[in-house]
């Protein structure tokens, strides 16, 4: 115990290897550690987590590296603070909302996977090119993910009609609260189900074989 306040005293209490990183903002290092499995929630002495070390730094890679990892951020340490506490605190915006807004979607999902490859044209919005999260067919036939189709309104002063991306006729505002087009979103699921499922046999094989190797 003596020592442990030693080490909070001198501000050396971040010897944990992912704290560490979460200080120095080593994306590297902090990527490696999560894949190896390091505990995201390891607290040190003063119950501060990774992403609230990373948080209070401004490290936004990092932050959203950790949030990818499934990192909570409602933890909080022994003074009751939150990561969001340390970004606003430590005045760190881009942070404060990145930690505020962030879910799993399903790009987040594929991004945590590191999928770069096409997505399926079906499962695509015309407005972001992403996979769709929450897709809606509106009143000129054309499916959209919700969020980006309430970007283009609000791109536009948010009026009570806008023009159709790919057709040109008129889209009703009301149309942003259609309802979820099922069908859609349960392939979307059924396509990063798959994509998760390939990403960690990739990953067994490559614990399994260890790094390739060039041979002379």
Known sequence: MAFRKFL??????DTNALLKAAKTGDLQGMNTLLEAGENIETQNTKGK???????????????????????NKESKDKNGHTA?????????????????????????????IHYTDEIPILLQCPISLSLMDDPITVSSGIT????????????R???????????????????????????????????????????????????MHGPVTNQM
């Open 144 to 155: 959209y993910d919700r969020e980006s189709l309430k970007s283009v309104f609000a791109s």
């Open 49 to 71: 987590t990774a992403l609230m070390i990373a948080a209070s730094k401004g490290h936004i890679d990092i932050v959203d590296l950790l949030l990818l990892h499934g990192a």
């Open 84 to 112: 969001m506490t340390y970004a606003r605190k430590n005045r760190h915006n881009n942070v404060l909302e990145l930690i505020q807004h962030f879910k799993m979607s399903f790009n987040n999902r594929l991004r945590k």
């Open 157 to 207: 002063g948010n009026p009570e009609c806008v023009p159709c991306p790919i057709t040109r006729l008129m889209i009703a505002k009301f149309e942003l609260e259609n309802r979820t087009a099922v069908t859609i979103k349960t392939l979307a699921e059924e396509f990063v189900v798959e994509k998760e499922k390939e990403a960690a046999e990739n990953k067994k094989i490559r614990q």
């Open 8 to 13: 909070t005293l001198f501000g050396i209490e």
